[in-house]
């Protein structure tokens, strides 16, 4: 069993549509999340980061988490067609071992028009 | 934000021969730089742990005689694809460690033929 999934998708949504993503995880131990946005052929970038479980909210981008149900979740509101990507979630035990956080698979996004 | 680059951006050659892939931080000094690969619809995963001015650290299952990693400076870390076979074609993607996470690059794809 993986440490850490994630539905490939695809997920489409219309323009303006609220996008909702998850991961469940195994380890208890992950104190740390985050989410990853990757186009095609790029490398990922870091959309948010999280400790603690509770909400987290940055623009139209909205992280969850809920350590108790091992569920991290990622909101994106208002939708637009350059939100289409790949999204990786990511979780760590330590800041010590950045490297070493576990990728979700990713889910790919698409909003169309 | 920090950025990190990768040269090449793409790489066809032929079995056989040797690939390097230069991962550099372009605003900041990185001690540790992480260098990943991602097959199609997989997640990221960790081949080895650069870090400056000593040996990589490898996760398991990775040959470090065939992936070779040098750490020379705080800026540069390279990856050579030794005798390169067509199971070696991936998208490989580099990271430097920031202070509160990792900035990733944006990949270099590579085609053994």
């Known amino acids: 069993q993986k440490e850490v999934e994630q539905d490939p998708g695809p997920l489409s949504v219309p323009e303006g549509a609220i996008v909702s993503l998850n991961c469940t995880y195994s380890?208890?131990?992950?104190?740390?999340f985050m989410w990853y946005r990757q186009y095609s052929r790029k490398g990922p970038e870091l959309l948010m980061y999280?400790?603690?479980?509770g909400n987290k909210e940055d623009g139209r981008f909205t992280a969850q988490v809920d350590k108790s149900s091992k569920y991290i979740s990622l909101f994106i509101r208002d939708s637009q067609p350059s939100d289409s990507a790949t999204y990786l979630c990511?979780?760590?035990?330590?800041?010590?071992?950045?490297?070493?956080?576990?990728f979700g698979a990713g889910t790919q996004v698409v909003v169309t028009p | 934000g920090a950025v990190v680059s990768q040269h090449p951006s793409w790489v066809i050659c032929k079995s056989g021969t040797s690939v390097k892939i230069e991962c550099r931080s372009l605003d900041f000094q990185a001690t540790t730089m992480f260098w990943y690969r991602q097959f199609p619809k997989q997640s990221l995963m960790l081949m080895a742990t650069?870090?400056?001015?000593?040996?990589?650290?490898?996760e398991q299952g990775v040959e470090k005689d065939k992936f070779l990693i040098n750490h020379a400076s705080l800026t540069l870390s390279t990856l050579t694809v030794t005798s390169a076979h067509p199971e070696d074609s991936s998208f490989y993607i580099c990271?430097?460690?920031?202070?509160?996470?990792?900035?990733f690059g944006p990949g270099t794809r590579l085609l053994v033929l």
């Open positions: 999280t400790y603690s479980s």
């Open positions: 380890n208890s131990a992950f104190q740390y």
């Open positions: 990271s430097a460690r920031g202070t509160e996470t990792q900035y």
């Open positions: 650069s870090n400056e001015g000593s040996k990589a650290t490898y």
């Open positions: 990511a979780m760590g035990i330590s800041t010590d071992s950045w490297g070493k956080f576990q």
